[in-house]
């Protein structure tokens, strides 16, 4: 069983049962009953590998602030979630918090967002949408909500759901504007240097803009990096070129080979700059990457962010 589906099965035997106890009647409509965060688990990428430190039955219960739900009150519904059976399904809770901090339990919502976000209410400047790790996100926004009775959890994640049009071309712009400069030009170069390790970082770099323009182009965070290629296989658009990937980093660079990688490198650039025509999001007309990103980010309505440097988003 995988892991969201644990903790929704342990969730619903126990978890629910608990919070309907007379004992919390107060408590119970300030209460989000959820598995989100870190963890592959949350993703639906945990497997056996990562059964040795994720997967256990357990779920987290959402509330608010002091001003709403005491500490007192807190503590006793920690206690009653601390006595829910030790084991479920084949697996064992453990007693330890895991690396990265608590994961199941009775989590305040202002400390979690706080976290993950940098506010307590998941209401983001200008500043925090263009720095802030996509893992971040993410970790808001992807796991599975079991139950809101409050609706705050459910009104941050959608308020979270995807960038704000004027961050999202903001971030394209740089990315497209690095993977030209990576793939498009410092590639081959390298290569007529005879500089293969630089080849290969330029390779590597080409890689990781792009299929970090893919996720953009898809309205999709992306996961933390070792999640990267099993989740850009997943998108709608785009996702065959993550082969093509994979093949620029795991091939050396010699003279035979080099070839093949710069002409996979203008053949992803192509795809890319060929969907970026398709939904008119750039103006350029041409297969030079730079300019495409120059068009993209010249076409944001917002003039504070269309004036910041092309990579202050990246």
Same mark, same amino acid.
């Given at each position: 069983m995988?892991? /969201?589906e #644990?903790?929704?099965?342990?969730y619903l ?7 309907? *106890?007379?004992?919390? *009647?107060?408590?119970r409509?300030?209460?989000c009953?959820?598995? %989100?965060? &870190?963890? &592959? ?6 497997d056996?590998? &990562? ?8 779920? %987290? ?5 002091e ?5 007192r ?5 920690e206690r009653a979630?601390?006595?829910?059976p030790?084991e479920?399904a084949?697996?064992?809770?453990? @007693?330890?918090? +895991?690396?990265? !901090? ?6 305040r919502?202002p400390e ?20 802030? +790790? $996509?893992?971040?996100? #993410?970790?808001?926004? !992807?796991?599975? %909500?079991?139950?809101?009775?409050y609706? $705050? @959890? ?6 979270l759901?995807?960038?704000? *049009?004027r ?11 690095? @993977?030209?400069?990576s793939g498009?030009? =410092? ?17 590597? $770099?080409?890689v990781?803009?792009t ?5 953009i ?14 989740? @850009? ?6 996702? /065959? ?12 660079n ?10 996979? %490198? ?8 060929? /969907? ?7 103006g350029?007309?041409?297969?030079d990457?730079e300019?495409?990103?120059? &068009?993209? =980010? ?8 269309? =004036? ?7």
């Amino acid at each position: 069983m995988k892991g /969201l589906e #644990l903790a929704e099965e342990y969730y619903l035997q126990y978890g629910k049962k608990l919070l309907d *106890e007379e004992r919390f *009647e107060q408590i119970r409509p300030y209460t989000c009953c959820a598995l %989100i965060g &870190s963890g &592959s688990e949350c993703l639906g990428y945990d497997d056996e590998i &990562s059964a040795d430190h994720d997967l256990e039955p357990g779920f %987290i219960i959402f509330i608010p602030g002091e001003e709403t739900v005491t500490r007192r009150d807190a503590f006793l519904l920690e206690r009653a979630y601390a006595g829910l059976p030790k084991e479920f399904a084949g697996s064992k809770r453990t @007693m330890l918090a +895991p690396v990265g !901090g608590q994961r199941h339990g009775v989590i305040r919502i202002p400390e979690f967002m706080q976290e993950k976000t940098g506010t307590e209410d998941g209401i983001l400047t200008d500043k925090i949408w263009l720095t802030i +790790p $996509e893992q971040s996100l #993410l970790e808001v926004t !992807g796991g599975r %909500i079991f139950d809101d009775r409050y609706g $705050e @959890m459910t009104r941050i994640r959608q308020h979270l759901s995807y960038y704000p *049009e004027r961050i999202w071309k903001k971030k394209l712009a740089g990315h497209l504007l690095l @993977m030209g400069q990576s793939g498009q030009y =410092n590639y081959r170069r390298c290569i007529a240097h005879g500089e293969t390790g630089a080849a290969q970082l330029a390779a590597y $770099e080409f890689v990781q803009h792009t299929m970090a323009a893919v996720f953009i182009l898809n309205r999709r965070y992306r996961p933390y990096y070792k999640w990267c290629f099993r989740a @850009m296989r997943e998108l709608e658009q785009l996702s /065959l070129l993550a082969e093509l990937m994979e093949y620029l980093i795991t091939t050396d660079n010699e003279q035979e080979i080099a070839g093949d990688k710069a002409d996979v %490198i203008e053949s992803v650039s192509a795809d890319i700059i060929g /969907l970026l025509i398709e939904q008119g999001i750039s103006g350029a007309v041409c297969g030079d990457l730079e300019k495409h990103a120059y &068009s993209v =980010n010249d076409s944001i309505d917002d003039a504070e962010i269309r =004036n910041m440097h092309i990579l202050a988003a990246v």
